[in-house]
């Protein structure tokens, strides 16, 4: 299979008073085409800032890119121009974002909205821009769509919004779609609906996908590999029924066991004892120790690296996972 | 948005019949007897009656007040005490300037306003901005005669550029314009900064630049769009200090306007004149407070369509 996208080594600081802190520190991960990738992990461990950092859209934050690669189709995104970066984004590389309700520009029609992109990236006039853009209204499943063109954003509800963006993000026919948590903001019914449109959209498509989420539900629904992020680092990769049917990581595990029974619906996952650890104050080796219960001296003093174990395309970043593979031992 | 205009059409007509009660009853709260003070000092009793007879002074108040929106229905504003002729002639020559002073002063204060404010923004704590902003913290510092004083030194005394005052020619009204304008200039460009830097922080602002947009389509499509709608309803309040700046600039640009008659006709007495110009900054200002709002609503479709 070719890659789509390779992230080596990316790593995103911000400047703050006491010293710059690492939102993403050294992240490697690819995506294949027309592959759905989960990127999961606790609140703040850097997720949202991983997806901006890959379409460089750090601007007007206090972030900025602090070393590492981003090939999209062998090019590095990190070294383009940017003009030539304009013509990625929106284009091939398209993003949907967690919060459909201020996503759209308050004061400009839903069409005009829409044929943004298309009149940019196709080069198409005004009334085949429009056809385009009703064309892909239709597509996401919004009715009367050659009405709703001509309203503002606040006449839509909330899975309204997100299938116009959605059909925004996929005008131009990217080649992959990060999506940040699309389904977070709305009700549980409509959740399910965005979600199937999106796994529609992208089968017949091929396209690729970057998943952010921190619902595991949505992972196991959607995806056909996973990385779980943790403090800015990947701390396992698998493919999805692999990381269910055996998580590595300690945290990964952690994780999969908080998710309540009977798919009841979860809005933060807490129940890992412990703090996600403050950017300015890192633990000095395994970011998962302190929280850990299978921490052992090694731990604390030396990070471990992300290395294969457990099968094909696997990887864990833990001391206790990488021993027990030297051994020809069972994980935990 | 008919709904909307409707409901501010509408809620004009209770404030313009609040100043007209207001102006009205202006002459009838000065200590005296109204008819005493029009026919002047030195007039006989049966004078004093006479005028008295002839406005209708003893008939009762609102039967005065109806016949006196009769009159203004009919152009009539009364005569002026001191000079007997009608007020509604002596305005006729009075108006124009001070709307054209108005108008400049506005004009040139919102464009540059506005200019100076998303220049500052977008390129925020760089020199640009802080240029912007010192000339924005000088005008709303400095004192607006004092500026309309040093501008005659030099572009008129010094420099000839343009006449010292009056009103001959378009070159007349450069200097009071610019006079007038600077605090709202400069209030306006630092108000559309702050708004600017707001908008550029929004959501639909990062959709805008990951469709591929150029920064300038972003930050000149969608973040003005939404920032000018609270500048237009900062700038339209503002109009109202504009109207109280012109009687200082008038004054001291001798410009035969408005706000010179109102200085000289208080320095007079000369109440049925103060009576008629209050009436007119009264409604001038109720009717530009409209305007703005009808302004905001065609900016913003929220108004637009909840109120349909
Ligand atoms: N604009 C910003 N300024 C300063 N720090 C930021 C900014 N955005 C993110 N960070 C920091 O980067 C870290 C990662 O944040 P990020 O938003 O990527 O988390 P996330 O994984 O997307 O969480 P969530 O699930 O809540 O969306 C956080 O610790 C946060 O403090
Ligand atoms: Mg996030």
């Known amino acids: ?332 | 948005m008919g709904r909307y205009a409707l409901q501010r059409l509408l809620g004009v007509i209770p404030l313009l019949f609040v100043v007209s009660v207001v102006v009205f009853m202006f002459i009838h709260l000065i200590p005296g007897d109204p008819a005493r003070l029009i026919a002047g000092k030195e007039a006989t009793l049966e004078e004093i009656n006479g005028i008295r007879e002839q406005l209708g002074l003893n008939n009762p108040l609102w039967q005065q007040y109806i016949d006196y929106m009769g009159r203004l229905f009919h152009g009539d504003l009364g005569n002026s005490i001191r000079s007997g002729l009608p007020v509604s002639d002596m305005l006729a020559t009075r108006v124009m300037p001070t709307i054209w002073l108005t108008l400049f002063s506005m004009g040139w204060a919102v464009i540059m306003g506005v200019f100076i404010g998303i220049i500052s923004a977008i390129n925020r704590n760089k020199w640009p901005d802080h240029v912007g902003m010192i000339t924005a913290i000088s005008g709303i510092s400095i004192p607006g005669f004092w500026l309309g004083l040093v501008l005659i030194q030099i572009f008129s005394v010094e420099l000839g550029w343009f006449p010292t005052g009056g009103v001959d020619s378009w070159s007349s009204y450069v200097l009071p314009s610019l006079t007038l304008g600077a605090g709202i200039m400069s209030m306006l460009a630092r108000f559309s900064r702050t708004s600017m830097l707001e908008s550029m922080r929004e959501d639909y602002i990062r959709t805008g630049r990951a469709k591929g947009l150029h920064e300038f389509i972003v930050v000149g499509r969608h973040a003005l769009r939404n920032s000018l709608i609270q500048v237009v309803t900062v700038a339209g309040l503002q109009f109202g200090f504009l109207l109280g700046g012109s009687v200082m600039v008038e004054t001291v640009f001798s410009i035969p306007g408005m706000g010179r008659m109102l200085v000289d006709s208080i320095a007079f007495r000369d109440y049925t004149v103060i009576q008629a110009l209050l009436l007119l900054f009264a409604t001038e200002f109720i009717l530009i407070n409209l305007l703005v709002d009808l302004l905001y609503g065609v900016l913003n479709p929220k108004i637009r369509f909840d109120s349909k």
Request: aromatic share 4%.
């Open chain 1, 1 to 332: 299979m070719n890659k789509l996208l390779e992230v080596e080594g990316l790593k995103t600081e911000f400047k703050r008073a006491g010293g710059n802190v690492m939102a993403v520190a050294g992240l490697d991960f690819h995506i294949n085409s027309g592959e759905v990738l989960g990127l999961v992990g606790e609140s703040g461990c850097g997720k949202s800032v991983t997806s901006l950092s890959i379409m460089r859209l750090l601007k007007g934050t206090p972030g900025q890119n602090a070393g590492g690669h981003v090939k999209f189709e062998g090019k590095d995104l990190l070294r383009l121009s940017e003009n030539e970066m304009r013509k990625v984004r929106g284009k091939e590389l398209a993003m949907i974002f967690q919060e459909p309700m201020t996503s759209l520009n308050p004061v400009l029609r839903i069409g005009k909205q829409i044929e943004e992109p298309i009149r940019l990236h196709l080069g198409f006039n005004k009334a085949k821009a429009r056809e385009h853009a009703v064309h892909m209204l239709q597509l996401v499943g919004i009715p009367r769509a050659s009405e709703v063109m001509n309203d503002y954003p606040h006449q839509l509800s909330g899975g309204m919004r997100q299938r116009v963006m959605i059909a925004m993000a996929m005008s131009c026919h990217p080649k992959l779609l990060i999506a940040d948590e699309p389904t977070t903001a709305l009700d549980v019914t409509i959740q399910a609906q965005i979600l199937d449109l999106m796994k529609r959209l992208k089968e017949e498509r091929s396209m690729g996908m970057l998943l952010i989420t921190h619902d595991l539900g949505v992972v196991a629904e959607m995806c056909d590999r996973v990385v779980v992020m943790y403090a800015g680092r990947v701390v396992e990769e698998a493919p999805v029924k692999e990381l269910f049917a055996n998580p590595q990581h300690p945290y990964t595990q952690g994780l999969i066991r908080s998710v309540p029974k009977l798919r009841q619906k979860v809005k933060r996952l807490e129940s890992i004892p412990g703090n996600v650890p403050d950017l300015s104050h890192m633990p000095q080796g395994c970011k998962f120790a302190p929280r850990c219960a299978h921490v052992m001296p090694e731990c604390m003093t030396t990070e471990p690296e992300l290395l294969a174990v457990g099968g094909e395309g696997r990887k864990s970043r833990c001391w206790l996972t990488q021993q027990s593979e030297q051994k020809g031992g069972s994980a935990v």
